[in-house]
């Protein structure tokens, strides 16, 4: 299994290197993986390392609040952070709470000798689902110990199938598994592996910290201010927009939606333009600083990056993207303001969001005429909107505290 897990990793570069000449992401791996040598040779041994991995945004922000404590609490320690996709280094490349900052290079022996005896990390963290055989056997073999953190495990994943044997001692290479609920502890015990402690999930404490922390966005609050119900539609794809735009197209005046696309290039923005039969304006055409007029503006279209989390708070109910592509988006930054949030079918492999649910401040539809009826419940019934927000808020608040259980412990599994 080892043999043909390599070539494997093998054969991908090398379809990477092929998309990289008509694929930007492919392009941009590439690159990075070229790059990645040159950066690690810039790195300075004067001070302890900490080595932090996340495939991409989402695991990065779960792993953020641990890297800010670090920076904090042990100033000692330098930090690298590393990616691997595309889609996380590009956007944090700069982050300024970590040292360097790189792509993680393929997963052969080779490189994961190279990058380990370059780095030399006192401990490696990995955030959710990164579990490198390569990395993880040199890492062992170094007695370099190895944290798996806001890990979170199914049963059908390969680690507990009946062939999954090889990639079970990837697993049991890991110091201690900080999850985030009982049924991956459970799996894990199943699995032999019983260094595991259940304390839920880093992103809580993130969107905590995001809400203390959030800027004012003076464009949304004008334009939500007069609104009698103000949907804030987040990191949404095609599907979820036609919804959208159906129901914006077909409602009162005093009902307003402010859309944030996942993705925010002109030709996406210009075909919601298209489908929209209600006045609009677009977040980057607005000049801030001439008196702003939203009375019949019913849509804001928000075609830059970077303010979504902090648009949430203009929202009387939240609606998040993705759910009827390949999965949800993030419903934390949402329901921390304690607005309720809605999301398409795809949820299931999200814990939050089933436990939104749950708890009746989560609400899942399977298209128009559902969306429809939820939303024009909301807006008729406001206690309804408001027992559904707080207790999406309580639930929230309920769940923080896994960075604080991690810090007291990994500097000690480290020593």
Not at 203 to 216: E, G, L, S, W, Y
Not at 238 to 263: G, Q
């Amino acid at each position: 299994m080892r043999i043909l897990y390599i070539w494997g990793i093998r054969i991908f570069s090398f379809f990477i290197a092929i998309a990289a000449t008509f694929n930007e992401k492919a392009r941009l791996l590439k690159y990075g993986w070229k790059k990645v040598w040159q950066q690690l040779n810039e790195i300075s041994h004067q001070s302890p390392i900490v080595w932090i991995h996340c495939a991409s945004l989402g695991e990065f922000e779960q792993g953020r609040p641990i890297i800010e404590a670090i920076r904090s609490n042990h100033p000692e320690f330098k930090i690298l952070l590393t990616f691997f996709s595309p889609s996380g280094y590009e956007v944090r490349k700069n982050y300024n709470m970590a040292h360097w900052v790189t792509y993680l290079p393929a997963d052969t022996p080779q490189n994961a000798k190279k990058f380990i005896e370059t780095v030399k990390p006192t401990f490696a963290l990995f955030v959710k689902y990164e579990f490198w055989p390569c990395f993880f056997e040199t890492l062992h073999k170094k007695n370099i110990p190895i944290i798996s953190v806001s890990s979170i495990f199914r049963e059908n994943q390969i680690f507990f199938r009946w062939y999954g044997t090889w990639f079970r001692k990837t697993l049991k290479k890991v110091q201690k598994f900080y999850v985030q609920d009982k049924t991956s502890a459970q799996l894990l015990k199943k699995a032999g592996i019983l260094n595991c402690d259940v304390v839920g999930d880093t992103r809580f404490d993130r969107v905590t910290d995001i809400v203390k922390n959030a800027r004012q966005v003076p464009i949304a609050e004008s334009f939500a201010k007069d609104a009698s119900l103000v949907v804030v539609a987040g990191s949404t794809w095609p599907p979820d927009e036609d919804l959208l735009i159906n129901y914006i197209n077909n409602t009162p005046d005093d009902v307003k939606i402010i859309i944030a696309p996942h993705e925010v290039h002109e030709s996406h923005i210009s075909q919601i333009e298209q489908k929209l039969k209600v006045p609009y304006l677009k977040f980057s055409k607005i000049n801030s600083s001439l008196p702003l007029e939203f009375a019949k503006v019913k849509v804001l279209i928000v075609d830059t990056i970077g303010l979504l989390s902090a648009i949430y708070r203009y929202g009387h109910v939240a609606y998040i993207g993705g759910g009827f592509g390949k999965g949800i988006h993030n419903t934390l930054e949402a329901a921390t303001y304690g607005i309720p949030v809605i999301f398409g079918p795809k949820y299931q492999k999200f814990k939050e969001a089933r436990d939104l649910i749950k708890c009746k401040g989560g609400f899942s539809i399977n298209n128009y005429s559902e969306l429809f009826s939820l939303i024009e419940d909301f807006r008729n019934k406001p206690t309804r909107l408001k027992a559904s927000g707080q207790s999406a808020a309580s639930y929230v608040s309920s769940m923080c505290g896994a960075t604080d259980i991690i810090m007291k412990e990994i500097f000690s599994i480290s020593t």
